[in-house]
């Protein structure tokens, strides 16, 4: 322990002895370390915090997901450190008197970019800060200009959720309206060729589908007009059977008939076919057809029944009547399905013989249903999206899709976050301090010189026997003490220094708060 102290004591005589040189140093260091602070800007940092809310109550039913709004948000979060953007914030800011031309626009642009940070804190919570320390502004310029820059963040990152989707959803709109102009004559013109070759190849069959199917459709009605001929043919027959085995009439003493049974069915007729006639129906038609063949077989049994007359007569029969109307309903019926038959026989002929003679029929149909599918179903597609985007442009306009609300302001910054000068200066006192203190040693070992006499014994391997102590004149101690006097002096300069700079430092901190 006596030898540590020993060697510390050795060690602080060499510095001592060399203190001119250790403050010299001081002084140097101190002086090129805190001009080099003072050449640095203060930069000043402002903060706020935003927090936006997704409303998903009505949007979700037109088909807008909390998700897609965050991937809203985090577009609007790219968005707002875009190179639009951040000229807008330079020329609303103080920024814009170091701006003098483009090149300088776009110089400003690169160093708020790199000055602002955008946090996602926790969800839909974002915090916006910006720092300012630009060399030729004040401390208190430069922290009105971090907080503009905050402010002006935080506007565009409303006008930007507010008018981003109206944008988009205008742009969206224009594009899905010419598409459908297009999809739209497409279509008409694949319709139009559909309808012509229906005329030419399926207008002869009823029904829907193509050429297979309404041939099948056809076969399977002549099929059912074949078994309601053949019922009615047989219900005719029994029909028949019976009017044979019936009397037309049955002696009724002392009454005449007033008008006969074959006139009144006969009205019946003519009364029918005048309603048929009215209705538009041609003389070609099955139904007109059969009530003129009743007609003309009621007409002559009409002809044949003799006047009213006085006394006992024979009446008709009302049963041979009633057989009479329903035989001559069957026939009409039995009338109407030939007819019906007929034409549809010859129409299968006439199409199946366009089949034999043009092959590529089916092939030609499929194609077109194939093309006019394919256009219908594109265009019923664009047709829905471009009401679902008028919906949801409707919606994000005239409801708050997302509340944002400012939950802390922008501040406005009092004490610069960098560089922190009063730590600095500090540090360069110490550093300094030590320098010199280190190089007045270093000289003092490089030096052959002995402290004390143990000091040279170590070093001679000689015994001393003793020391001298140095005797001072008064004109030397006189010496002496001025040289401490300055030496004090310097040192407390060098403090005074120091001292003076913090205070400069305080007092500028005041003056921006």
Same mark, same amino acid.
Request: aromatic letters at 6%.
């Given at each position: 322990?006596?030898?540590?102290?020993?060697?510390?004591?050795?060690?602080?005589? =060499?510095?001592?002895?060399?203190?001119?040189?250790?403050?010299?140093?001081?002084?140097?260091?101190?002086? $090129?370390?805190?001009?080099?602070?003072?050449?640095?800007?203060?930069?000043? &940092?402002? #903060?706020?915090?935003?927090? *936006?809310?997704?409303?998903?109550?009505?949007?979700? =039913?037109?088909?807008?997901?909390?998700?897609?709004?965050?991937?809203?948000?985090?577009?609007? #979060?790219?968005?707002?450190?875009?190179?639009?953007?951040?000229? #807008?914030?330079?020329?609303?800011?103080?920024?814009?008197?170091?701006?003098?031309?483009?090149?300088?626009?776009?110089?400003?642009? %690169? /160093?708020?970019?790199?000055?602002?940070?955008?946090?996602?804190?926790?969800?839909?919570?974002?915090?916006?800060?910006? /720092?300012?320390?630009?060399?030729?502004?004040?401390?208190?310029?430069?922290?009105?200009?971090?907080?503009?820059?905050?402010?002006?963040?935080?506007?565009?990152?409303? +006008?930007?959720?507010?008018?981003?989707?109206?944008?988009?959803?205008?742009?969206?709109?224009?594009?899905?309206?010419?598409?459908?102009?297009?999809?739209?004559?497409?279509? !008409?013109?694949? &319709?139009?060729?559909?309808?012509?070759?229906?005329?030419?190849?399926?207008?002869?069959?009823?029904?829907?589908?193509?050429?297979?199917?309404?041939?099948?459709?056809?076969?399977?009605?002549?099929?059912?007009?074949?078994?309601?001929?053949?019922?009615?043919?047989?219900?005719?027959?029994?029909?028949?059977?019976?009017?044979?085995?019936?009397?037309?009439?049955?002696?009724?003493?002392?009454?005449?008939?007033?008008?006969?049974?074959?006139?009144?069915?006969?009205?019946?007729?003519?009364?029918?076919?005048? &309603?048929?006639?009215?209705?538009?129906?041609? &003389?070609?038609?099955?139904?007109?057809?059969?009530?003129?063949? !009743?007609?003309?077989?009621?007409?002559?049994?009409?002809? @044949?029944?003799?006047?009213?007359?006085?006394?006992?007569?024979?009446?008709?029969?009302?049963?041979?009547?009633?057989?009479?109307?329903?035989?001559?309903?069957?026939?009409?019926?039995?009338?109407?399905?030939?007819?019906?038959?007929? =034409?549809?026989?010859?129409?299968?002929?006439?199409?199946?013989? #366009?089949?034999?003679?043009?092959?590529?029929?089916? %092939?030609?149909?499929?194609?077109? @249903?194939?093309?006019?599918?394919?256009? /219908?179903?594109?265009?019923? /597609?664009?047709?829905?999206?471009?009401?679902?985007?008028?919906?949801?442009?409707?919606?994000?306009?005239?409801?708050?899709?997302?509340?944002?609300?400012?939950?802390?302001?922008?501040?406005?910054?009092?004490?610069?976050?960098?560089?922190?000068?009063?730590?600095?200066?500090?540090?360069?006192?110490?550093?300094? %301090?030590?320098?010199?203190?280190?190089?007045?040693?270093?000289?003092?070992?490089?030096?052959?010189?002995?402290?004390?006499?143990?000091?040279? +014994?170590? $070093?001679?391997?000689?015994?001393?026997?003793? *020391?001298?102590?140095?005797?001072?004149? %008064?004109?030397?101690?006189? +010496?002496?003490?001025?040289?401490?006097?300055?030496?004090?002096?310097?040192?407390?300069?060098?403090?005074?220094?120091?001292?003076?700079?913090?205070?400069?430092?305080?007092?500028?901190?005041?003056?921006?708060?």
């Amino acid at each position: 322990m006596d030898g540590l102290y020993e060697q510390f004591r050795i060690a602080l005589h =060499q510095v001592w002895t060399r203190r001119w040189l250790a403050l010299g140093i001081a002084w140097g260091l101190c002086l $090129v370390g805190w001009l080099a602070i003072a050449l640095v800007p203060n930069s000043y &940092e402002s #903060k706020a915090r935003v927090f *936006a809310q997704t409303q998903s109550i009505l949007p979700q =039913q037109v088909g807008i997901t909390p998700a897609e709004r965050q991937m809203d948000l985090m577009r609007v #979060k790219q968005m707002l450190t875009s190179t639009e953007n951040l000229e #807008k914030v330079v020329r609303r800011t103080d920024l814009n008197l170091l701006v003098a031309s483009e090149r300088d626009l776009a110089a400003q642009v %690169a /160093k708020l970019r790199e000055n602002i940070q955008i946090t996602a804190q926790q969800d839909n919570l974002f915090e916006i800060s910006a /720092k300012a320390g630009v060399g030729g502004f004040s401390n208190a310029q430069n922290a009105r200009t971090a907080s503009a820059v905050v402010q002006n963040l935080l506007n565009i990152f409303v +006008e930007e959720n507010l008018a981003g989707d109206r944008s988009e959803t205008g742009q969206s709109l224009a594009f899905l309206d010419e598409e459908l102009k297009r999809r739209e004559q497409q279509l !008409q013109e694949a &319709e139009q060729r559909r309808v012509e070759f229906e005329t030419r190849y399926m207008g002869i069959l009823p029904g829907e589908g193509s050429v297979d199917q309404r041939l099948s459709a056809s076969r399977m009605e002549l099929s059912n007009i074949d078994r309601e001929l053949m019922a009615a043919q047989s219900a005719l027959s029994s029909i028949r059977a019976q009017l044979s085995a019936t009397p037309a009439s049955i002696s009724t003493p002392g009454l005449a008939p007033v008008v006969g049974v074959a006139t009144e069915q006969l009205r019946q007729l003519q009364a029918r076919l005048a &309603e048929q006639q009215a209705k538009g129906w041609t &003389e070609g038609h099955p139904d007109i057809i059969a009530t003129r063949s !009743q007609i003309a077989r009621i007409g002559a049994q009409a002809r @044949n029944e003799r006047p009213a007359g006085s006394g006992a007569i024979s009446s008709p029969n009302p049963a041979y009547s009633s057989l009479r109307a329903m035989a001559a309903e069957k026939e009409g019926m039995i009338a109407a399905a030939s007819a019906r038959k007929n =034409q549809i026989q010859s129409a299968i002929a006439e199409l199946t013989a #366009k089949q034999s003679s043009e092959p590529g029929v089916v %092939a030609e149909q499929a194609r077109l @249903n194939r093309d006019y599918e394919v256009l /219908k179903r594109q265009y019923d /597609k664009l047709l829905e999206d471009r009401e679902q985007v008028r919906l949801r442009g409707d919606i994000q306009s005239r409801t708050s899709a997302v509340e944002v609300k400012v939950i802390d302001p922008p501040s406005r910054p009092t004490v610069p976050v960098a560089p922190n000068r009063p730590l600095f200066l500090t540090m360069i006192l110490f550093v300094a %301090a030590g320098t010199g203190a280190g190089a007045a040693f270093a000289k003092g070992q490089l030096q052959t010189t002995f402290p004390n006499q143990s000091r040279l +014994e170590q $070093v001679t391997g000689l015994p001393v026997l003793g *020391a001298i102590s140095e005797v001072l004149s %008064a004109q030397r101690r006189a +010496e002496r003490a001025q040289r401490l006097k300055w030496f004090v002096g310097a040192g407390g300069a060098l403090a005074g220094s120091y001292a003076i700079l913090m205070a400069v430092e305080f007092w500028q901190r005041s003056t921006v708060a």
